[in-house]
T-cell receptor, first 116, second 113 residues
Framework: GAGVSQSPSNKVTEKGKDVELRCDPI?????LYWYRQSLGQGLEFLIY????????KSGLPSDRFSAERTGGSVSTLTIQRTQQEDSAVYLC??????????????FGEGSWLTVV | GESVGLHLPTLSVQEGDNSIINCAYS??????FIWYKQESGKGPQFIID?????DKRQGQRVTVLLNKTVKHLSLQIAATQPGDSAVYFC????????????FGKGTLLTVNP
C-alpha cells in the first residue's frame, strides 16, 4: 500500500486477555517503530527495528509487551494479560532508514485498544 | 528527565490569519526536530523538519524556526485554513538519537471561519 497499514483499527478486549496488533510498513522501508499515545498525550516510544539488527526495546513498559518483525517487513506488537492502563492508541511508523532530515518517519492511523 | 514541552496548549485563530505554535526543548544534545499534525482519529502526519545546523526551513505555507540559544522551536502557518485545525506536536531526536523521538504533549489549533 501507499502508507503504513495497521490492524485492527479498533480493539476492545477484556482485562487479562492477550492482544496482537499488526503493522505493515511502507514497502522498502527498513526502519519500523512502535509508539503509544494515551488520551490527550504525546507519543511514547516503545520499540524500534532496523533491518536485521537487534531491536531497541527500551521503551516497552513491562515484560507483558513484546514485538517481532518477520522477514524485515510486517511487525506484530503483542500485549499479554492486558490491563486497563494499556488502553491507548498504538501507532506504528516506518522510514527508509533511521529517521533524520530526508528520512521522514511516516505514521499509520493507529490501533485503538480499549481494555474493559 | 529532559522533555519537549509546549508553551500553549490551545490556539484559536481566524481563517486567513497566520498561526504560530511554539515548543521548548531542554535536551541540548538533540539535533533534529520535527513537527507533526494530528487530526482527530488519525495518525500523526509529517509537516516539516529541521536540523540543528539550520535556524529556518520553509515548506508550503509552513515555516519552522529553531533558536538553539534558548532551545525554542516554532511552527508558523501562513493564511491558516479550517483544514489546518488539528493537534500539532513537536518532536526531537532524543539526545541525538538517530531514531528515537521524544514528543511534546501537543497544541490544539482551532481555525474559526
Amino acid at each position: 500500500g501507499a502508507g503504513v497499514s495497521q490492524s485492527p483499527s479498533n480493539k476492545v478486549t477484556e482485562k487479562g486477555k492477550d492482544v496482537e496488533l499488526r503493522c505493515d510498513p511502507i514497502s522498502g522501508h527498513t526502519a519500523l517503530y512502535w509508539y503509544r499515545q494515551s488520551l490527550g498525550q504525546g507519543l511514547e516510544f516503545l520499540i524500534y527495528f532496523q533491518g536485521n539488527s537487534a531491536p531497541d526495546k527500551s521503551g516497552l513498559p513491562s515484560d507483558r509487551f513484546s514485538a517481532e518483525r518477520t522477514g524485515g517487513s510486517v511487525s506484530t506488537l503483542t500485549i499479554q494479560r492486558t490491563q486497563q492502563e494499556d488502553s491507548a492508541v498504538y501507532l506504528c511508523a516506518s522510514s527508509v532508514v533511521a529517521g533524520g532530515l530526508g528520512n521522514t518517519i511516516y505514521f499509520g492511523e493507529g490501533s485503538w485498544l480499549t481494555v474493559v | 528527565g529532559e522533555s519537549v514541552g509546549l508553551h500553549l496548549p490551545t490556539l484559536s485563530v481566524q481563517e486567513g490569519d497566520n498561526s504560530i505554535i511554539n515548543c521548548a526543548y531542554s535536551n541540548s544534545a538533540s539535533d533534529y526536530f520535527i513537527w507533526y499534525k494530528q487530526e482527530s482519529g488519525k495518525g500523526p502526519q509529517f509537516i516539516i523538519d529541521i536540523r540543528s545546523n539550520m535556524d529556518k526551513r520553509q515548506g508550503q505555507r509552513v515555516t519552522v524556526l529553531l533558536n538553539k540559544t534558548v532551545k525554542h522551536l516554532s511552527l508558523q502557518i501562513a493564511a491558516t485554513q479550517p483544514g489546518d485545525s488539528a493537534v500539532y506536536f513537536c518532536a526531537e531526536n532524543s539526545g541525538g538519537s538517530n531514531y528515537k523521538l521524544t514528543f511534546g504533549k501537543g497544541t490544539l489549533l482551532t481555525v474559526n471561519p
